[in-house]
C-alpha cells in the first residue's frame, strides 16, 4: 500500500515539475519574433506591391470614368509613373496613423470603387463654412502636389471630397489634411519630384 502511495506521490512530483516546463515551451514557440513579424509583413507588402504595380485601374481620368465602373471593382496600381516600392512602403505605414478613420483608405493603390463615388458625393455636397475653407486653401498649399492629386483626374476630385469629410467631421487642421492627402498620392514614382511636370496635363474621359 504504502509502495503505492510512494509511485503516486512521484508521478504527481514529476507532473508538478514538467507542467510548467512544457507550458513555457508552448508559449516560446507559439509567440513570434519581432524580426519573425517584421519579415513576414515586409513579405506581405512586397507579395502586393507585385500585384498594384501591374495594375491598370487606375487611370488619370476624369470623374466619368469612376461612374461607368462596377461598384464592386477596385482601383489599382499608378496613374502617372511606375510605382516605387520603398515609397509605396512609407505611404502604406504611413497611413496606420489614420487606421483609426475608415474612410481613409489604407492602401492609395488599392482603393474601391464604391469609395471613390463616395469620395465624389461629398466633393459634390459637402459645403464648407468660410472658416473651414481656410483650413482646406490651407492644405492646399501645404500639400506635395498643391492639391488632392498632381492633376484634376478624378482622384483630385474624389480626395477634395475626402478632405472635406474630414474637415467637417473630424476636425482636420490643414497640416492633417495635406499629410492624408501626400499619404494617398497615386501617382507612382518616389515622390513628388518625378512627376512634377505633369501635374498641368490634361485628364481624358472614357469613350462612350
Known amino acids: 500500500m504504502n509502495d503505492i502511495k510512494i509511485r503516486k506521490s512521484a508521478v504527481y512530483l514529476a507532473i508538478g515539475l514538467l507542467l510548467p516546463l512544457i507550458i513555457a515551451a508552448f508559449m516560446l514557440l507559439s509567440v513570434k519574433s519581432p ?4 519579415t513576414a509583413s515586409a ?7 507585385a500585384l498594384l504595380s501591374n495594375g491598370r485601374t487606375n487611370l ?3 470623374s ?3 461612374n461607368s465602373m462596377n461598384n464592386n471593382n477596385m482601383l489599382q496600381g499608378a496613374c502617372c509613373s511606375a510605382m516605387n516600392f520603398h515609397r ?3 505611404q502604406v505605414e504611413g497611413l496606420k496613423k489614420y487606421s483609426h478613420i475608415s474612410k481613409i483608405p489604407s492602401d492609395p493603390y488599392d482603393i474601391p470603387v464604391s469609395m471613390a463615388r463616395e469620395f465624389l458625393d461629398y466633393q459634390k455636397n459637402i459645403i464648407l463654412t468660410e472658416e ?3 483650413v482646406y486653401d490651407e492644405a492646399m498649399k501645404l500639400s506635395h502636389e498643391g492639391g488632392p492629386c498632381c492633376c484634376k483626374c478624378w482622384r483630385w476630385y474624389a480626395f477634395e471630397g475626402l478632405g472635406k469629410y474630414l474637415i467637417t467631421e473630424y ?4 497640416e492633417q489634411v495635406a499629410e492624408v492627402w501626400d499619404l494617398e498620392d497615386g501617382c507612382g514614382g518616389s515622390g513628388h519630384a518625378d512627376h512634377e511636370g505633369e501635374s498641368m496635363r490634361e485628364t481624358f474621359e472614357p469613350q462612350a
Open 171 to 174: 476636425n482636420f487642421n490643414a
Open 64 to 66: 466619368q470614368y469612376i
Open 43 to 49: 513579405k506581405t507588402l512586397e507579395e502586393k506591391f
Open 132 to 134: 473651414q475653407q481656410a
Open 35 to 38: 524580426k519573425t513579424v517584421e
Open 60 to 62: 488619370c481620368a476624369g
Open 88 to 90: 509605396y512602403v512609407e
